[in-house]
């Protein structure tokens, strides 16, 4: 068990409330990256971190906000939710720093529906 | 951009069938990971790939990576119910490796 976990696990929330995502590690690693799954999409990365308080766009960033203030913690916000980003949300960690590869390791995932 | 292509989409195959799942880069290929995704759950790393030509098992799963660096197959041989899920192809940007993208998968089922 690599120590990464995401909370909520489920949620459902309406059009236009704030919503925040947590992934938490127990592993100290310095990559984390949120990516969403869409049917048909496969996984696409929305924003990632390379350190506390360094974070950078992936694909799919629009809507989407980050935070990082501590090693372990790294937060997606969706500051006004809209039905497009119902989808499930995967956290992940790289041990890429200490391997040299970019070997992700997952969260459970949060599904998260937007009516 | 980079994308990655991955085939077939779905697969429905007969307990101890052979199957292949391939993944088509539009360039070259840097570093390619395969994972695998369990109904409802998150990723879990099988194999990676870096050398042209390079070729990796486990278990009864053989990823290969071509020469050209652009295309990789993952192949089960004898497959088993438990080798169902969803298998997805990931590859390192060559601008940019601290980002990771991922193909849109393979949903398998293999039935008794």
């Known amino acids: 068990d690599a120590g990464i976990t995401q909370s909520p696990r489920h949620k459902v929330t309406e059009t236009g409330t704030p919503v925040t995502l947590r992934c938490h590690q127990t592993?100290?690693?310095?990559?984390m990256y949120w990516y969403r799954q869409d049917p048909g999409h496969g996984l696409r990365l929305i924003h990632y971190?390379?350190?506390?308080?360094?974070?950078d766009k992936g694909e799919v960033s629009d809507g989407y906000s980050v935070s990082r203030s501590k090693t372990e913690d790294f937060l997606l916000t969706l500051e006004s939710a809209t039905s497009s980003q119902t989808s499930v949300y995967f956290c992940?960690?790289?041990?890429?720093?200490?391997?040299?590869?970019?070997?992700?390791?997952f969260g459970a995932g949060s599904r998260l529906t937007v009516l | 951009s980079q994308e990655l292509e991955q085939s077939p989409q779905s697969l429905i195959v007969q307990e101890g069938k052979n199957l292949t799942i391939n993944c088509t880069s539009s360039?070259?290929?840097?570093?390619l990971y395969w994972y695998k995704q369990k109904y409802g759950e998150g990723l879990i790393f099988l194999m990676m790939?870096?050398?042209?030509?390079e070729e990796k098992s486990h278990e009864k799963i053989t990823a290969k990576l071509d020469e050209k660096k652009q295309q990789s197959s993952l192949h089960i041989t004898a497959s088993q119910p438990s080798h169902a899920g969803i298998y997805l192809c990931?590859?390192?940007?060559?601008?940019?490796?601290?980002?990771?993208?991922f193909g849109t998968g393979t949903r398998l089922q293999v039935f008794p």
């Open positions: 992940a960690i790289s041990e890429r720093e200490r391997s040299g590869a970019n070997v992700l390791t």
């Open positions: 592993e100290n690693h310095r990559y």
């Open positions: 971190s390379y350190g506390v308080k360094d974070t």
């Open positions: 360039k070259t290929l840097y570093g």
């Open positions: 790939l870096q050398k042209g030509g």
């Open positions: 990931g590859a390192d940007l060559p601008y940019n490796t601290d980002k990771l993208i």
